[in-house]
């Protein structure tokens, strides 16, 4: 079992609506979790962090966890063809607190 | 401005040499990390510096090292023992340990020729 998994995608949505990414992990100890976005040949960017259940909300990103069900899950409102990437779902493991464990992402596409 | 810094961006390597990846970050962090980002994977641990002058290996160390002389410097060497060097390398930084958040710089690609 991967330590973080998500569906690869591509999720393909239209302007203006929105889009649900959904992420599972193994740890139950696990106590950080973050989402980045990244564009096609670029590095990670952070969009949101989470550590207690329930959602967070920055902007058009709304990040929900369940510790309970082991999983967190990214909403972008209002879609924009900008939100065009790929997601990657990063969870802290407990073991090391150097350590985050990254799920291998989902792609994006929003249709204008 | 801060951040990180990656240099070179993009980089050539014929087999049996060895190569350096710079990364230098002016965020004060203690923490500094190196991942391997290859096509549809998620970013896997090469190694990980918790302060100057200490380092620890990652998930897949086999074929890198690393030095941790200054705070702001972590370079990463892909040696000729790395079978498969080719990928998008990722330095990052953070405060302290994960729980605080990490930055990536801009990323190098290496491809062997």
């Known amino acids: 079992q991967k330590e973080v998994e998500q569906n690869s995608g591509p999720l393909s949505v239209p302007e203006g609506a929105i889009a649900s990414l959904n992420c599972t992990y193994s740890d139950r100890g696990s106590q950080s979790f973050f989402w980045y976005r990244q564009y096609s040949g670029k590095s990670p960017e952070l969009i949101m962090f989470?550590?207690?259940?329930g959602d967070k909300e920055d902007g058009r990103f709304t990040a929900q966890l369940n510790k309970a069900s082991q999983y967190v899950s990214l909403l972008i409102r209002d879609s924009q063809p900008s939100d065009s990437a790929t997601y990657l779902c990063?969870?802290?493991?407990?073991?090391?607190?150097?350590?985050?464990?990254f799920g291998a992402g989902t792609t994006v596409t929003v249709r204008a | 401005d801060g951040g990180i810094t990656q240099s070179p961006k993009y980089l050539f390597r014929k087999e049996g040499q060895n190569v350096t990846l710079s990364c230098e970050q002016n965020l004060n962090h203690d923490a500094m990390y190196w991942y391997r980002q290859d096509p549809g994977q998620g970013l896997r641990l090469i190694y990980y510096s918790q302060i100057v002058n200490d380092f620890q290996k990652g998930d897949i160390a086999e074929g890198y090292s690393v030095s941790r002389e200054k705070k702001e410097s972590f370079p990463l060497t892909v040696t000729s023992a790395q079978k498969n060097p080719t990928a998008f390398y990722l330095c990052?930084?953070?405060?302290?340990?994960?729980?605080?958040?990490?930055?990536f710089g801009e990323g190098s690609w290496l491809t062997v020729v």
């Open positions: 990052a930084s953070s405060m302290t340990g994960t729980g605080n958040t990490i930055y």
């Open positions: 989470i550590y207690s259940n």
């Open positions: 990063a969870v802290n493991r407990p073991s090391n607190d150097y350590k985050l464990s």
